[in-house]
T-cell receptor, first 108, second 115 residues
Framework: GQQLNQSPQSMFIQEGEDVSMNCTSSSIFNTWLWYKQDPGEGPVLLIALYKAGELTSNGRLTAQFGITRKDSFLNISASIPSDVGIYFCAGSARQLTFGSGTQLTVLP | NAGVTQTPKFQVLKTGQSMTLQCAQDMNHEYMSWYRQDPGMGLRLIHYSVGAGITDQGEVPNGYNVSRSTTEDFPLRLLSAAPSQTSVYFC??????????????FGPGTRLTVT
């Protein structure tokens, strides 16, 4: 099946710092999605990307759909305590394939 | 709109018992799916449906059954629970024009423990 490699697995950053995480795949995807999951909750969609090369922002979040269609990255600028959680990438061909997640901890 | 709802929120089963996890959505989405989430493994697709009367297997379907009699509901049945099915289960839905799923919206999850 399709494999997504998401890195890093975990990050510890100071409040106010910028964060970057990425996903790579051995397969081409038509759509890349980024989700955030808070403890005890379901994943919440942050950003959806539909075209190779597309760069999309949602507040302090920016994500890009790689030009090869096999990768995507998510940047968070000026992190705040409520950014804590697990961030998942997901690639879609006909079904969604999820990365294993990046656990983000923001230190005050 | 309530979005995607799941019941129960927590469940404990003994090995061999059967049960049904309920999922409903009020967004008129064609596509619905069930995932399980285990530590360090992300979300894995169990079963999915592209419309009423149509279901198909995902990555990890063994031990689970689904049916889709209405657009709104997509229950997941555990036939004979095993400890390996201890997990958090999420239901999701999305529009699916042309059979392609796009942005999926998730329910709050059901935490299942099998002893």
């Amino acid at each position: 099946g399709q494999q997504l490699n998401q890195s890093p697995q975990s990050m510890f950053i100071q409040e106010g710092e910028d964060v970057s995480m990425n996903c790579t795949s051995s397969s081409i995807f038509n759509t890349w999605l980024w989700y955030k999951q808070d403890p005890g909750e379901g994943p919440v969609l942050l950003i959806a990307l539909y075209k190779a090369g597309e760069l999309t922002s949602n507040g302090r979040l920016t994500a890009q759909f790689g030009i090869t269609r096999k990768d995507s990255f998510l940047n968070i600028s000026a992190s705040i305590p409520s950014d804590v959680g697990i961030y998942f990438c997901a690639g879609s061909a006909r079904q969604l394939t999820f990365g294993s997640g990046t656990q983000l901890t923001v230190l005050p | 709109n309530a979005g995607v709802t799941q019941t129960p929120k927590f469940q404990v089963l003994k090995t061999g018992q059967s049960m049904t996890l309920q999922c409903a959505q009020d967004m008129n989405h064609e596509y619905m799916s069930w995932y399980r989430q285990d530590p360090g493994m992300g979300l894995r697709l169990i079963h999915y449906s592209v419309g009423a009367g149509i279901t198909d297997q995902g990555e990890v379907p063994n031990g689970y059954n689904v049916s889709r009699s209405t657009t709104e509901d997509f229950p997941l049945r555990l036939l004979s629970a095993a400890p390996s099915q201890t997990s958090v289960y999420f239901c999701a839905s999305s529009y699916a024009p042309g059979g392609r799923t796009y942005e999926q919206y998730f329910g709050p999850g059901t935490r299942l423990t099998v002893t």
